[in-house]
């Protein structure tokens, strides 16, 4: 009787492990490629011509990384064909917290390039990030700004606006990490539109990303991402805007 026993403990227990694992990764997104086309647009978009391109084609990934329970969603823009070049950002995301566990910005054009990733350790209230260029690597320890507060990076705040879209009713603050630094930024939702994708008129509600008030001249510029109205809420045009400048995105089609 024991034996019986025990076997049933045991086959009992690997059915709840299973379906324990299965739930879990069942929770994690699928994985998804959005292409885009972009342009820069703007007083100084004549200006960056003359040295780079102010136009091509991007893409946006969202994949599930299992191993570690997280989500990877990187941003890749290219140049046209011919001309060599590329801008890529990287965000690793806490799924049960939106939030950054690691970022990273990386760019290679003409004689320049970047490579720099950053390690968001909560737990010691610590920001790891590693510098790499042409010439050398460099490592760094900060402490996290905000006594240790859940970061965002654009990204990730691209992800949170997707996952809670149909709740966001009003101004919601959070902390954006940009380029080495912690910003005070506020998420509005703003109006509905129709927008043509390929002939295909899809209906969106733009969100907002801006300073917090007081904090314009540390966060110049803003970010808007325009999200379907389905529950899929698919980003069919992002628009990063500085001060005499804006990137625009806009789907082209969807992998």
Same mark, same amino acid.
């Given at each position: 009787?024991?034996?019986?026993?025990?076997?049933?403990?045991?086959?009992?227990?690997?059915?709840?492990?299973?379906?324990?694992?299965?739930?879990?990764?069942?929770?994690?997104?699928?994985?998804?490629?959005?292409?885009?086309?972009?342009?820069?647009?703007?007083?100084?978009?004549?200006?960056?011509?003359?040295?780079?391109?102010?136009?091509?084609?991007?893409?946006?990934?969202?994949?599930?990384?299992?191993?570690?329970?997280?989500?990877?969603?990187?941003?890749?823009?290219?140049?046209?064909?011919?001309?060599?070049?590329?801008?890529?950002?990287?965000?690793?995301?806490?799924?049960?917290?939106?939030?950054?566990?690691?970022?990273?910005?990386?760019?290679?054009?003409?004689?320049?390039?970047?490579?720099?990733?950053?390690?968001? @350790?909560?737990?010691?209230?610590? +920001? %790891? &990030?590693?510098? *790499?260029?042409?010439?050398?690597?460099?490592?760094?320890? #900060?402490?996290?700004?905000?006594?240790?507060?859940?970061?965002?990076?654009?990204?990730?705040?691209?992800?949170?606006?997707?996952?809670?879209?149909?709740?966001?009713?009003?101004?919601?603050?959070?902390?954006?990490?940009?380029?080495?630094?912690?910003?005070?930024?506020?998420?509005?939702?703003?109006?509905?539109?129709?927008?043509?994708?390929?002939?295909?008129?899809?209906?969106?509600?733009?969100?907002?990303?801006?300073?917090?008030?007081?904090?314009?001249?540390?966060?110049?510029?803003?970010?808007?991402?325009?999200?379907?109205? @389905?529950?899929?809420?698919?980003? +069919? %045009? &992002?628009?990063? *805007?500085?001060?005499?400048?804006?990137?625009?995105?806009? #789907?082209?089609?969807?992998?």
């Amino acid at each position: 009787m024991r034996k019986v026993t025990s076997v049933t403990a045991a086959v009992i227990a690997s059915a709840v492990l299973t379906t324990a694992a299965a739930s879990a990764e069942a929770a994690l997104p699928k994985p998804e490629e959005f292409q885009y086309s972009w342009r820069l647009r703007g007083a100084l978009s004549w200006i960056a011509s003359l040295k780079f391109p102010t136009s091509g084609v991007g893409e946006l990934k969202t994949v599930a990384l299992p191993e570690s329970g997280s989500i990877q969603t990187q941003l890749l823009i290219t140049t046209p064909a011919g001309r060599d070049g590329f801008y890529v950002y990287r965000s690793e995301i806490d799924p049960a917290t939106n939030t950054t566990l690691v970022s990273y910005t990386g760019y290679e054009w003409g004689d320049k390039r970047k490579n720099e990733q950053t390690f968001f @350790d909560y737990v010691k209230r610590l +920001l %790891r &990030i590693r510098k *790499q260029d042409k010439e050398k690597v460099s490592n760094e320890v #900060l402490p996290l700004p905000g006594n240790g507060r859940a970061m965002k990076d654009v990204l990730t705040s691209i992800y949170y606006l997707r996952q809670n879209a149909d709740n966001i009713k009003g101004p919601v603050p959070f902390d954006v990490f940009s380029d080495g630094k912690i910003y005070p930024v506020v998420f509005t939702p703003g109006a509905s539109a129709v927008l043509d994708v390929n002939g295909q008129k899809i209906s969106s509600r733009v969100f907002v990303i801006t300073a917090a008030p007081g904090q314009s001249r540390k966060f110049p510029g803003s970010v808007k991402v325009w999200l379907s109205t @389905d529950s899929r809420h698919i980003p +069919l %045009r &992002i628009e990063v *805007q500085r001060s005499l400048a804006a990137l625009q995105l806009d #789907l082209v089609a969807i992998r």
